[in-house]
C-alpha cells in the first residue's frame, strides 16, 4: 500500500510494517523511508531493522502495567537478598527488636534463616540445642511465618508456648520471606508447663527454669501493638522489594537492549567500512564522518578527510560553489541529488565520480547534515566517450559501413 501510495503521486512514504523474513521465517519490524522519482520512474529507499526498538516499546510498556496489577506466581523468580541489602535489613531487625524488647528472625517460606537472630533469649537457646524442641521451634517459625496477606498472625509458640507473632513480605503478591519476632510471656503462663516440657525434651529443670525468669513479659495487648507495628513495616518492605524487582528488570532490559544496540552498531560499521563505495556524513559542507572507501576513491587519509571542508574534492572554487547551490537545492526539496562530475584526487589529478546525496531533513540539509555516496565512473564515462567517438566516426565515414549481428542480419549502416 505504501508503494502504491508513493508511485500514485505522494513521492515520498515514511512508514513502519511487519514482515515474515524468507530466509528463515522470523517475523520482523521494519522502519522504510522511501522517495520516488517519476522521471526515471525510480524508487531510492533505506530499510532498517527495527524489532529490537519495537521490543524495548513493548518491554517498557509491559512495565507500566506490570506497577499497576500484581504479579503471577510464575512470573516472579528472585530471592529476598536480591531485592535488599542484607546489612540494612539487619540494622534494621537489630533496632527493631531492641526497641520493642522482642527477639526476631527473617526466614524464607521453607524456614531457613535469612537474618541473623536479634535478642534471641537463653531459653530458646536451650529448647533449640535439643532434637525434639528444635524440631518444634522450626514447626513454630512455619506455622507463625507462613503466607497470611491479612496481617500478622500471633499465638504461641509450639516449643514452650512462648508469643510469637509473623509477618509476611510479598512480592506482587508471592511469598519470598516471613519477619518473626517474639519470645515474650505474659502474666497467665504456667510454670508448671514450661517444668514439663523441660523434662519433655531433656533439658535440666533447673537451668531451664533460670533461663525462663529472664523472659521478657509483656501483656498481650502490648504485644498485639507490636505485632501491627510489625505488620505496616512488613508491608512497607514488600512494596520497596516490588519497586526494587521492577527497577532490576528494567535495568536489565535496558543493558541487554544497549549490547544488542552495540551488537547492531558494530554490524552497521562493517557494512560502512567495507562498502564499495565511498561514504561520507557531511554537515555545513565539511565531513563529519567517512568510510575508508572514501579515503581510497581521493587517495587521502580519513583523518585528513574529517573536519575538513568538501572544497578539497572539487576543480575550482567556482565549480564547489555551483555544485553545491544545485545540490542542495535538490535536497532541500526533500529529493535525493545524483549527478556525474569530475572530482579531483588528493595528487591533484582528476575522475569522473557520481555522487548520490540524500538530506537527514530536508528543512535544512545543509546544517542538519546530509549522507553522500560516492563511485567512481571513470572507466564507464570514458568507455562511454569512445562509443560515442566511434559511432560519431562511422557516422561520418566516406566509406560505406555495415554492421550486423552473429546470424548475419543487418543492424546497422551509415549514410555512405
Not at 535488599?84 to 522482642?102: K, M, V, W, Y
Not at 531457613?112 to 531459653?123: A, R
Not at 540524500?358 to 568507455?383: C, F, Q
Not at 566517450?385 to 559501413?401: F, H, K, Y
Amino acid at each position: 500500500q505504501a508503494m502504491d501510495d508513493l508511485i500514485g503521486g505522494h513521492k515520498h512514504c515514511d512508514v513502519e510494517y511487519r514482515i515474515r523474513r524468507p530466509s528463515d521465517g522470523e517475523v520482523v519490524d521494519i522502519h522504510s523511508v522511501a522517495d520516488y522519482d517519476p522521471d526515471t520512474r525510480t524508487v531510492f529507499g533505506v530499510l532498517q531493522d527495527i524489532t529490537e526498538r519495537k521490543r524495548l516499546e513493548d518491554a517498557l510498556e509491559k512495565r507500566i502495567i506490570s506497577l499497576t496489577r500484581p504479579l503471577d506466581d510464575d512470573d516472579v523468580d528472585v530471592d529476598f537478598e536480591e531485592l535488599f541489602n542484607l546489612e540494612e535489613i539487619q540494622r534494621l531487625q537489630d533496632e527493631f527488636s531492641n526497641a520493642t524488647g522482642t527477639a526476631a528472625l527473617i526466614i524464607r517460606p521453607d524456614g531457613t534463616p535469612i537474618t541473623e537472630p536479634s535478642n534471641f533469649i537463653d531459653l530458646c537457646g536451650l529448647i533449640r540445642a535439643t532434637e525434639k524442641g528444635c524440631a518444634n521451634c522450626l514447626k513454630s517459625d512455619l506455622a507463625i511465618g507462613k503466607h497470611h496477606p491479612g496481617g500478622s498472625l500471633v499465638h504461641r509458640c509450639m516449643s514452650a508456648g512462648l508469643w510469637d507473632a509473623g509477618s509476611n513480605i510479598t512480592v506482587g503478591g508471592k511469598h519470598i520471606a516471613s519477619w518473626l519476632i517474639g519470645q515474650v510471656r505474659n502474666e497467665a503462663q504456667s510454670e508448671e508447663q514450661i517444668r514439663t516440657y523441660a523434662r519433655e525434651i531433656g533439658v535440666n529443670e533447673a537451668t531451664f527454669m533460670k533461663a525462663y525468669a529472664k523472659v521478657p513479659q509483656m501483656s498481650s495487648e502490648h504485644f498485639n501493638d507490636i505485632a501491627q507495628v510489625l505488620f505496616t513495616l512488613a508491608s512497607q518492605l514488600s512494596t520497596t522489594a516490588y519497586q526494587n524487582i521492577q527497577q532490576a528488570r528494567f535495568i536489565t532490559e535496558q543493558k541487554d537492549a544497549e549490547k544488542n544496540l552495540q551488537e547492531i552498531t558494530n554490524i552497521q560499521g562493517m557494512i560502512l567500512d567495507n562498502a564499495s563505495m565511498g561514504i561520507a556524513l557531511v554537515e555545513n559542507r565539511v565531513f563529519k564522518w567517512v568510510n575508508p572507501r572514501l579515503s581510497e576513491l581521493f587517495g587521502v587519509p580519513e583523518e585528513e578527510l574529517r573536519g575538513n571542508s568538501t572544497r578539497v574534492i572539487y576543480e575550482t572554487e567556482k565549480i564547489f560553489l555551483s555544485f553545491g547551490e544545485t545540490a542542495y537545492a535538490t535536497l532541500a526539496e526533500g529529493k535525493r541529488f545524483d549527478h556525474t562530475l569530475q572530482l579531483k584526487r588528493g595528487d591533484g589529478s582528476l575522475f569522473w565520480c557520481r555522487q548520490i546525496g540524500k538530506a537527514l531533513s530536508p528543512e535544512n540539509p545543509v546544517e542538519s547534515g546530509s549522507l553522500w555516496m560516492y563511485e567512481d565512473m571513470t572507466h564507464r564515462v570514458e568507455t562511454d566517450m569512445e562509443l560515442n567517438r566511434l559511432s560519431t566516426a562511422i557516422e561520418q565515414s566516406p566509406d560505406a559501413v555495415v554492421i550486423t549481428n552473429v546470424g548475419g542480419s543487418i543492424e546497422y549502416v551509415n549514410a555512405a
